[in-house]
């Protein structure tokens, strides 16, 4: 029995898909108009939320999220492991990257782009080790973090959706992932970053 647990938590992980949805200035809107479409029966992937924030907003942003969803919504901490239908929100004041056994962990490295977590640490990791079953998101913010990190999405061939900088409250970040790359996957208005993201899931 212990041997067919074992097996059956290694496949799960081996095949589980993760929605990594990265931000900064402008973003909370749309991460709320996003997961208005979410449901404990639609999503069919973990959802990890990367948003440039003050420290001490966790908790309250984790709670304000599940009164609103019939979701499960976490608060990351450190080694908890990944799941399926889940969303995971990533604390201020810490990195966040993807271990191999599909656990999440928290670093307090050096800012990247003045930010903690940074879109490009987590963008870097969770593609190291998901390759072609991750797909990003990476919508309105104020700097170019995430632009480093979509070019390792794309080389591991993982998904690359961009919310439109003509609609994004700030701009800056969608632009520097689309002109980093020679190709992004799909650039697409705020209702349609859903619909767009779940065809992969």
């Given at each position: 029995?212990?041997?067919?647990?074992?097996?059956?938590?290694?496949?799960?992980?081996?095949t589980?898909?993760?929605?990594?949805?990265?931000?900064?200035?402008?973003?909370?809107?749309?991460?709320?108009?996003?997961?208005?479409?979410?449901?404990?029966?639609?999503?069919?992937?973990?959802?990890?939320?990367?948003?440039h924030?003050?420290?001490?907003?966790?908790?309250?942003?984790?709670?304000?999220?599940?009164?609103?969803?019939?979701?499960?919504?976490?608060?990351?901490?450190?080694?908890?492991?990944?799941?399926?239908?889940?969303?995971?929100?990533?604390?201020?004041?810490?990195?966040?990257?993807?271990?191999?056994?599909?656990?999440?962990?928290?670093?307090?490295?050096?800012?990247?782009?003045f930010?903690?977590?940074?879109?490009?640490?987590?963008?870097?990791?969770?593609?190291?080790?998901?390759?072609?079953?991750?797909?990003?998101?990476?919508?309105?913010?104020?700097?170019?973090?995430?632009?480093?990190?979509?070019?390792?999405?794309?080389?591991?061939?993982?998904?690359?959706?961009?919310?439109?900088?003509?609609?994004?409250?700030?701009?800056?970040?969608?632009?520097?992932?689309?002109?980093?790359?020679?190709?992004?996957?799909?650039?697409?208005?705020t209702?349609?970053?859903?619909?767009?993201?779940?065809?992969?899931?």
């Open positions: 029995m212990a041997n067919s647990r074992s097996i059956e938590k290694k496949d799960s992980h081996s589980i898909k993760v929605v990594l949805f990265c931000g900064s200035t402008g973003a909370i809107e749309v991460l709320e108009k996003f997961l208005m479409n979410v449901s404990q029966k639609n999503l069919r992937a973990a959802l990890v939320v990367i948003l924030r003050k420290t001490g907003t966790r908790d309250l942003l984790v709670r304000y999220l599940n009164e609103k969803l019939n979701v499960m919504v976490k608060a990351i901490e450190h080694g908890v492991p990944l799941e399926k239908g889940v969303i995971y929100i990533a604390p201020a004041g810490y990195h966040c990257m993807l271990e191999k056994d599909m656990t999440l962990s928290l670093d307090l490295s050096e800012k990247v782009m930010s903690r977590p940074s879109a490009d640490v987590s963008l870097e990791s969770f593609s190291y080790n998901l390759k072609d079953r991750l797909i990003a998101i990476i919508v309105s913010g104020a700097n170019s973090d995430g632009a480093d990190g979509a070019k390792c999405v794309s080389r591991r061939n993982g998904k690359i959706i961009v919310q439109n900088p003509t609609e994004a409250f700030a701009k800056t970040m969608p632009s520097a992932v689309i002109d980093s790359l020679d190709k992004v996957d799909h650039i697409v208005t209702k349609e970053l859903y619909k767009t993201a779940a065809k992969y899931f």
